[in-house]
């Protein structure tokens, strides 16, 4: 049976910022517009800001959908799973909004998260949500899979990029300054970054 809680604390929080892996869901307002689910792992890019305020790294990529829907209309729904340990699924509804590099907050947000080098990954924003409903379920017919490390590969892609060839790189991709719908995702060209 599923439970509400008014926070996220004691053994909620130690569930959620135990688990390697997590989920975004965001969506345009618009009724035929597309919705996106995308995964979220790297050991260390996630906070729990505060008992209703959580915040992750957003990393260069090849779309922008999350901040485009986040830009629009601010919702957004995290979930965590128990992959490995007791089932249980955790989701996070609230409003959150990309935190961009030129953003005076962005330099103390980065220092939340003291286990990642910004500059290793092509760091676009810090997401930031503030939750409206905290619910889990019960999560039985999640399989068990076992977390074996991070992957290198992005790390590895993206630290050789500096500010410009980052912005280039931006500049030339599709779904990055604009939306599959062409709401406005990320602002180009990307401010040089203050960490």
């Not at 906070?47 to 829907?69: K, M, P, Q, R």
Request: net charge negative; proline share 8%.
């Amino acid at each position: 049976m599923g439970k509400t809680y008014e926070r996220i604390d004691g053994r909620l929080r130690t569930f959620i910022e135990e688990q390697p892996l997590f989920f975004t869901a965001t969506a345009p307002l618009s009724g035929d517009g597309t919705v996106n689910l995308s995964p979220k792992g790297l050991k260390g890019s996630f906070a729990v800001l505060d008992d209703l305020t959580v915040a992750y790294l957003d990393f260069a990529g090849s779309n922008a959908e999350t901040i485009a829907h986040l830009r629009e209309n601010g919702r957004i729904t995290l979930m965590w799973c128990a992959f490995q340990g007791p089932p249980n699924i955790v989701r996070v509804h609230g409003r959150g909004e990309p935190v961009f590099r030129d953003d005076p907050r962005f330099t103390d947000l980065v220092a939340r998260f003291p286990g990642i080098d910004p500059t290793a990954h092509g760091l676009r924003a810090v997401i930031v949500v503030r939750a409206e409903l905290i619910r889990d379920t019960c999560g039985y017919a999640v399989p068990f899979m076992s977390y074996e490390q991070d992957r290198d590969l992005h790390g590895r892609r993206f630290a050789r990029e500096d500010d410009a060839s980052l912005s280039d790189y931006f500049t030339k991709k599709d779904h990055v300054a604009h939306s599959l719908d062409g709401l406005p995702g990320l602002p180009l060209p990307l401010p040089p970054s203050p960490v």
